[in-house]
C-alpha cells in the first residue's frame, strides 16, 4: 500500500505519512492534528484549510457539493477546501484558514 507526506507548515504539528486513499478527517483526527473538525459533512466550514498538492492534479477537486460550500466560505481562495471531504491520493501541504 502506497502513502504519502502530509504536511501542516507554520502548525509546528509534524508530518504524516497516510495511506492512500485515506479520509483526512478520519486519519488525523485522532493524532490531535492542527486541524478543527465540526459536522464532518462539508457543511459547517469549521475544517477550511489552503490545499496545496506536491504535484498538480494528484489531488482531487472538490465535487459540486464541496464547490457550493467553498463559494460561501472561502470565494476568493482557490486552494480552499473543506479538509473533512479530502482523500489522500498524493502529498499535500495543508494550512488552516481563520
Given at each position: 500500500?502506497?502513502?504519502?507526506?502530509?504536511?501542516?507548515?507554520?502548525?509546528?504539528?509534524?508530518?504524516?505519512?497516510?495511506?492512500?486513499?485515506?479520509?483526512?478527517?478520519?486519519?488525523?483526527?485522532?493524532?490531535?492534528?492542527?486541524?478543527?473538525?465540526?459536522?464532518?459533512a462539508?457543511?459547517?466550514?469549521?475544517?477550511?484549510?489552503?490545499?496545496?498538492?506536491?504535484?498538480?492534479?494528484?489531488?482531487?477537486?472538490?465535487?459540486?457539493?464541496?464547490?457550493?460550500?467553498?463559494?460561501?466560505?472561502?470565494?476568493?481562495?482557490?486552494?480552499a477546501?473543506?479538509?473533512?471531504?479530502?482523500?489522500v491520493?498524493?502529498?499535500?501541504?495543508?494550512?488552516?484558514?481563520?
Amino acid at each position: 500500500m502506497s502513502t504519502h507526506r502530509v504536511e501542516f507548515p507554520g502548525s509546528g504539528f509534524a508530518p504524516l505519512e497516510l495511506a492512500h486513499g485515506a479520509q483526512l478527517v478520519l486519519a488525523v483526527s485522532a493524532l490531535d492534528s492542527p486541524l478543527l473538525f465540526g459536522c464532518r459533512a462539508g457543511l459547517c466550514g469549521t475544517c477550511l484549510v489552503e490545499l496545496e498538492a506536491e504535484v498538480t492534479g494528484s489531488i482531487a477537486p472538490p465535487d459540486a457539493d464541496e464547490r457550493e460550500a467553498l463559494e460561501i466560505y472561502a470565494p476568493e481562495r482557490p486552494l480552499a477546501r473543506l479538509a473533512c471531504q479530502v482523500r489522500v491520493t498524493g502529498a499535500m501541504r495543508i494550512r488552516r484558514i481563520g
